[in-house]
């Protein structure tokens, strides 16, 4: 991210969420302007109701006078809608409605072989990222602000627009982040621009965030519901988020604080079997405020800062002032609770090359940028079966383990063998052995 700003409410994000962008993220909701106040709402309804959700939409819209927008079936059930203030404590009470949470404001954690791709020793994995010939067999989910596929390094093969569900194949990136993240997970092994951990691995660009950068949980929830629904049959194992926005773990999946991203998050991983990694954000803050980085059921990842590919420190700053070679990065979140140390994984984020849109490449900072390389380790791990129990938790733990066997020299100032007080960063992830 490039900074996560204050809005009226927990914002997800990639600078600010404008009033535009809010006209943006409308998703379809349609309708005249209400004379009384209204908010944006995700209704979650019972399970029981599965069989009858489009009529029980009906009913609310008759009775309550909500405008629906997005229709989850999937990851969960229930809708998106615009919702007069005064009816609130009526759907609650509705029998055939488990939750109504807040719609949050949601955003982007923004800020030749790459150096984070070197620094984590992709040239040293099976894929030999940089020797420019082969391509890995697997495929990654981007949840962002769309991929532009006429980047000729990027093999994006589909995806699914939830800021405009009426235009379902229309998730060209237009701001350019996702464009990035996508490069350093699978850019071409083919000589050109940069090259990812996982070459040339299949791409789907679920576009949950719009131009600005902005989105709200109701988008997110239905790039999770396009994945619960279609993570099996196109053989997606793992999928990147680095966005976020404010709130907690409740340690129950959401269901104790009605958290429908959460719950959400919880069937993709549980039932549908996708490793979720996500940026830790980049607040200098503990990560437990800070979702979905927060929810223990996904491998969140912090920043830390290298500017020569090499371990050892020393290397002078190529983009960013303030950090320094081979420590943790000063923006980076970070775990506190041992609970959250054990989700918790570092990655490069600073100053990292990857692709632009259209054509050429950039360089970004954050841990939106330290979050793919731990994905394409992730797809990586899975594709050579060296990891053998493909389940997320295993998934994570074994990247977890490996990154921690590795020697101290191979770290960086700020993680567990060198740690700074009241701050976990974790081992930096290690893609060479895979």
């Not at 809608?81 to 009526?90: D, F, K, M, R």
């Not at 958290?259 to 079997?273: F, K, S, T, Y």
């Amino acid at each position: 991210m490039v900074g996560r700003g204050r809005v009226a409410r927990p914002a997800y994000r990639l600078a600010a969420v404008s009033a535009a962008t809010g006209a943006l993220l409308a998703g379809g909701l349609t309708g005249a302007e209400a004379a009384e106040p209204e908010g944006r709402y995700i209704v979650v309804l019972d399970d029981s109701a599965r069989g009858r959700a489009d009529s029980v939409e009906r009913a609310h819209g008759r009775d309550h006078g909500v405008r629906v927008g997005l229709r989850y079936r999937h990851a969960l059930v229930g809708y998106s809608a615009v919702v007069p203030e005064s009816q609130v404590a009526a759907l609650r009470a509705d029998p055939n409605v488990k939750a109504v949470a807040p719609d949050r404001p949601v955003h982007a954690t923004q800020q030749v072989l790459p150096t984070g791709v070197d620094r984590i020793q992709g040239d040293a994995s099976s894929a030999l990222a940089g020797n420019g010939t082969g391509a890995v067999d697997t495929a990654v989910a981007i949840l962002d602000t769309g991929i532009d596929e006429r980047h000729r390094d990027l093999n994006v093969v589909g995806g699914f627009n939830c800021m405009d569900t009426s235009r379902p194949n229309a998730w060209r990136d237009n701001n350019g982040h996702g464009t990035h993240v996508a490069g350093t997970v699978a850019a071409r092994d083919n000589g050109d621009d940069v090259v990812g951990v996982v070459p040339g691995a299949r791409l789907y660009a679920v576009k949950v965030l719009g131009a600005s950068g902005g989105g709200f949980t109701s988008t997110i929830v239905c790039g999770l519901d396009w994945l619960a629904q279609n993570a099996a049959t196109l053989g997606i194992k793992v999928a990147n988020m680095s966005l976020g926005g404010e709130g907690t773990d409740d340690g129950n999946c959401g269901f104790t604080n009605q958290d429908p991203e959460h719950q959400a998050i919880c069937r993709v991983v549980n039932d549908a079997g996708v490793t979720v990694v996500a940026a830790a954000g980049n607040e200098t803050d503990d990560l437990a405020n800070h979702t979905p980085a927060a929810f223990d059921e996904v491998l969140a990842v912090t920043a830390m800062a290298d500017f020569d590919g090499q371990s050892g420190g020393g290397a002078a700053a190529s983009c960013r002032t303030g950090n320094q070679d081979d420590t943790a990065a000063n923006f980076s979140n970070f775990a506190v609770t041992v609970a959250d140390a054990a989700h918790t994984i570092a990655g490069p984020g600073v100053c990292i090359r990857s692709t632009r849109r259209s054509t050429g490449t950039v360089v970004y900072s954050g841990t939106s940028m330290a979050s793919p390389h731990v994905a394409g380790t992730a797809a990586l791990c899975l594709a050579t079966g060296q990891c053998s129990d493909p389940s997320p938790a295993a998934v994570a733990a074994q990247l977890r383990a490996d990154a921690a066997a590795q020697s101290a020299s191979y770290g960086f100032a700020g993680d567990p063998n060198a740690p700074v007080t009241g701050r976990y960063y974790g081992h930096l992830v290690h893609a060479g052995g895979y």
